[in-house]
């Protein structure tokens, strides 16, 4: 609960905080209402739909209402999809005015004890240490090893976890060994002609629980004629602090990443995580108000591009064949990479260039799936109705492969194919893991 | 606030769940998509049925609480906007596509249905409801009924008030009538059925309708007019229409719209001419083609620079979607837009734009003209912002003008957004004292206690209609 000195607070910081410039642009047409996951899913309230939540964010700033509970709840639901960013026709940027709100509602809110205790683990103590990230996700591989899993499994103690979590647990990657993600490379020439020099952007928990896709990814740039260089002193890019109200410490991984990239010399930074690179992408905004990284993070945002968006570009699936056994596939738009990086058609491109399989379109692809960072730890049950929508389009499609461009969206259609019991006969994949197999078929 | 008596009787009618007091939800429903207006209602109630309906009604009607039914809140002339408090009535749980009529060729809708829904639910029928406001993506037919919303397909095939053909209506006293019929004749008694129409939810709540559909078109196709002076744009669509040429659309966007379109679109609309004129035309493929070689042909003595013929049907619903979202997209220009709709006989529509831009150089300001040109109905808007008030004041001044010129070119002050409380201190210029007396009677003898949507249609004060010196 917040109190009510933390609402006056609050109250003062949207007034001065807030960009007014930025309420003030939403005319209210409602073009964003249809694209809205959580207005469609609450049965079309408008205080669960971005125009509403502006109103309610501008109606703080006016003194019109407080930031009460209710006002609170209505944040907190947003899944930060941005679907209401592309139709927006006054081009409002819904997505900075959320992250400032809840940076403000965070910074003056006391969580209760085991929010706070969570919250300072992940967000400070984990997330922005490479090597603690490779100690935890190691410690996720011994409990997959060392007969711990089947134990618990056996026992039912995974019963006395929220449904989500429990599934949560069967669909996770057989994870690397700590001396496997210790032991990463950090310059790898071009296989083919060279056509670029590139960074990789290797991400936090994509270089250690999916490390596995990150080697694709970085042998498909190979392959594609990119020589690659991996600077070590990269950290994790700070979404999950930035979409969280923890903005002081996303500022402080950005600069990082900043000064890890900015001596390179390279064309492009490659990332093969919507999440991420969107928030990348985004850093110049992030670091608006600190004119000595201004320009430099600008010229970092510059360069960030999605994986799939360069190998269209240098026609990787005209030079390389690609084959799969005959099977239907369908695609999930990662929402962060259609809605902020603006990539929807490349991945589309690359799979329907795939030999042998035939690709088909899912309803509403472009619609969340309820992944959404943590929201579907924080957000189970709103999170599972998402899922359950989704995964009807998906079985509509039958088809075989779900394939994926993020590792939230990845995990989230993995435990959607577990829920709805059909792992037998559908599997959801990223994007680079099922190129990777059709070179490799070839 | 409401009395708890009040309170307590509705929630007994549409339970908990369906009855909203808080401060965040009455929030959410104080404003529509009309600049400057904001205001609280008291509760927000959503019924499930038209009984439902009735007894809402009822307890309103004897305890006096104002109704303001609202779709999906979209309009453009504060017409949902609560400005006397009370209840807004939400229809998302009465959102059925009641009945498709293959042989009648009509559809029954319940008021909450999204527009494009039923659209897209009709054409799979291989039917076809005309009426496209830009807003259908997410506005109802309850809504698109109540204000008698037009669209881009107006010019050919009319308005909302062309389609409805029969409603379901529940009075101001709970009762339930039912006007007009699956007929294509009907002279029994008063048309109720067009009074209801455009009504602005001041009469009754429609809870059910009866929409006219056609044939769809077997074939369309789209083409722009480039133009670098805009009155050959303008004299264009006259022309056009003089050479009895009757185009599915004929819409003008001048340079000012173009450009924002194409910042928020990106799909290469010409962004260095003057004006622009999207046209279509419809139905057997023969007669489109002569139609399009026709006009094509007059736009070019009109002066028109180019003409671009869209290639597909992707081409064509690009440049439609585009199109639809001019207003919004002014918005990129400066965080207030204000828009109007002052229409005039088409065959005035040069004058009509040459003024517009006249009264914008006079009064200072920067006016985005875009709009249904084909039928009259033109847009000018202003992008400015409602901070600076003395600019305000200039914006209020120009538009009285521009409905001044409008009504002396035979016009109106509004072809489709509706009066509301945005244009009610206006609605005298166009209908006299004696007009408002009329409306006013009939307001009266259907809700009597003033409950329904009060504030709306009939200002307090009218305002003063300056004499331009000419």
């Known amino acids: 609960m917040t109190t009510m000195k933390e609402q006056e607070m609050i109250q003062e910081q949207f007034k001065a905080r807030m960009d007014e410039d930025e309420l003030l642009n939403c005319m209210r047409c409602g073009f964003c209402l249809p694209t809205c996951p959580t207005y469609i899913e609450s049965g079309f309230k408008e205080s669960q739909s971005p125009r509403g939540r502006i109103a309610l964010m501008k109606a703080v700033v006016d003194g019109l209402n407080e930031p009460d509970a209710e006002f609170e709840r209505s944040l907190e639901l947003c899944l930060g999809c941005r679907a209401c960013e592309p139709v927006c026709p006054s081009g409002v940027n819904y997505g900075h005015l959320l992250e400032d709100a809840r940076d403000i509602i965070n910074q003056n809110k006391k969580h209760s004890l085991p929010a706070r205790v969570v919250r300072k683990t992940v967000f400070q103590e984990l997330f922005p240490h490479p090597k603690r990230m490779r100690g935890a996700v190691g410690l996720l591989g011994f409990y997959q090893r060392s007969g711990i899993q089947t134990l618990a499994r056996k026992i039912g103690f995974l019963g006395l976890l929220p449904e989500s979590l429990a599934t949560m647990e069967k669909i996770l990657p057989k994870v690397p060994t700590m001396k496997e993600m210790k032991n990463r490379p950090d310059f790898l020439p071009a296989i083919a002609e060279k056509v670029h020099r590139v960074a990789f952007f290797s991400g936090c928990l994509m270089d250690t629980m999916f490390m596995k896709t990150n080697d694709a990814t970085m042998k498909l740039l190979q392959l594609a004629g990119c020589e690659v260089v991996i600077p070590e002193s990269q950290v994790c890019c700070g979404a999950l602090h930035g979409h969280s109200g923890e903005k002081h410490t996303a500022k402080e991984l950005a600069k990082k990443n900043i000064t890890a990239f900015e001596e390179l010399d390279v064309d492009f930074i490659i990332t093969n995580a919507g999440g991420c690179g969107a928030f990348l992408v985004d850093y110049d905004h992030l670091l608006q108000d600190e004119p000595e990284w201004k320009d430099r993070a600008k010229n970092f945002a510059e360069k960030i591009k999605d994986i799939s968006e360069v190998l269209v570009a240098v026609n990787f699936h005209k030079k390389v064949k690609m084959e799969l056994p005959l099977q239907v596939i369908t695609y999930q738009d990662s929402c962060h990479l259609r809605n902020v990086m603006k990539t929807a058609a490349a991945p589309r491109v690359l799979l329907q260039a795939i030999a042998g399989v035939k690709y088909k379109e899912m309803v509403d692809a472009d619609r969340c799936c309820g992944s959404a960072g943590i929201y579907n730890i924080v957000e189970s049950e709103m999170s599972m109705v998402m899922l359950d929508y989704k995964m009807k389009q998906a079985k509509e499609t039958h088809a075989a492969t779900i394939v994926t461009a993020n590792p939230g969206c990845l995990l989230q259609m993995q435990l959607g194919i577990e829920r709805e019991g059909l792992s037998v006969k559908m599997r959801g994949v990223h994007i680079v893991d099922l190129l990777m197999e059709a070179v490799r078929q070839y | ?470």
């Open chain 2, 1 to 470: 606030m409401l009395a708890n008596e009040v309170k307590e009787k509705l929630i007994a009618i549409v339970t908990k769940a369906n009855f909203e007091d808080s401060k965040t939800e009455r929030l959410v429903y104080s404003y529509d998509a009309t600049p400057n207006f904001q205001s609280m209602p008291d509760a927000v109630v959503s019924p499930r049925n038209k009984a439902e309906v009735a007894e809402i009604l009822k307890i309103c009607n004897q305890h006096q609480v104002p109704i303001v039914p609202r779709g999906s809140g979209t309009n453009l002339c504060a017409g949902t906007c609560p400005t006397e408090g009370g209840i807004v009535l939400l229809f998302k749980q009465m959102n059925r596509i009641l009945e498709i009529d293959e042989e009648n060729l009509t559809v029954t809708v319940q008021p909450g249905v999204i527009t494009l829904d039923m659209i897209h639910a009709v054409e799979a029928r291989g039917l076809f409801y005309p009426p496209d406001p830009s807003s259908m993506k997410i506005s109802t037919i309850g809504g698109n009924i109540n204000e008698n919303s037009g669209g881009l397909r107006g010019l050919k095939y009319g308005v909302t008030r062309d389609y409805v053909i029969a409603l379901e209506v529940v009075m101001p006293n709970g009762d339930v009538i039912r006007t007009g019929g699956k007929l294509a004749k009907d002279v029994a008694g008063y048309d109720l059925t067009r009074l209801f129409v455009g009504s602005e939810g001041t009469l009754g709540v429609i809870t059910e309708a009866t929409l006219k559909l056609i044939p769809m078109p077997e074939t369309k196709k789209t083409m722009l007019a480039l133009y670098q002076d805009l009155n050959a744009a303008a004299k264009s669509v006259s022309a056009i229409i003089a050479n009895k040429i009757i185009p599915a659309t004929l819409e003008f966007l001048d340079q000012p719209t173009l450009k924002v379109v194409e910042e928020f679109a990106q799909i290469g609309l010409p962004t260095d001419v003057q004006a622009v004129l999207l046209i279509e035309q419809d139905g057997a493929s023969e007669v489109v083609e002569r139609d399009l070689t026709s006009m094509a042909e007059i736009c070019k003595q009109e002066q028109a620079v180019s003409i671009q013929i869209a290639a597909s049907e992707v081409e064509a619903e690009a440049l439609r979607t585009a199109r639809r979202a001019a207003l919004s997209a002014i918005a990129r220009l400066k965080p207030t837009t204000i828009l109007e709709d002052a229409t005039v006989p088409r065959s005035e529509i040069a004058k009509m734009v040459q003024a517009i831009n006249e009264i914008a150089e006079k009064y200072q300001l920067e006016i985005c003209t875009f709009g249904h040109a084909g039928d009259g109905n033109l847009h000018p808007t202003c992008a400015t912002d409602a901070r600076n008030h003395e600019e305000m004041e200039r914006v209020e001044q120009a538009f009285a003008e521009i409905f001044e010129k409008a009504i002396d070119l035979g016009g109106t002050i509004t072809g489709e957004h509706g009066v509301g409380a945005m244009k009610a201190p206006y609605l005298e210029w166009k209908l006299k004292a004696e007009g408002i007396a009329a409306m006013k009677a009939i307001k009266l003898a259907f809700d009597p206690h003033n409950i329904m949507n009060p504030g709306k249609v009939f200002a307090k004060d009218s305002k003063k209609r300056v004499v331009i010196t000419r």
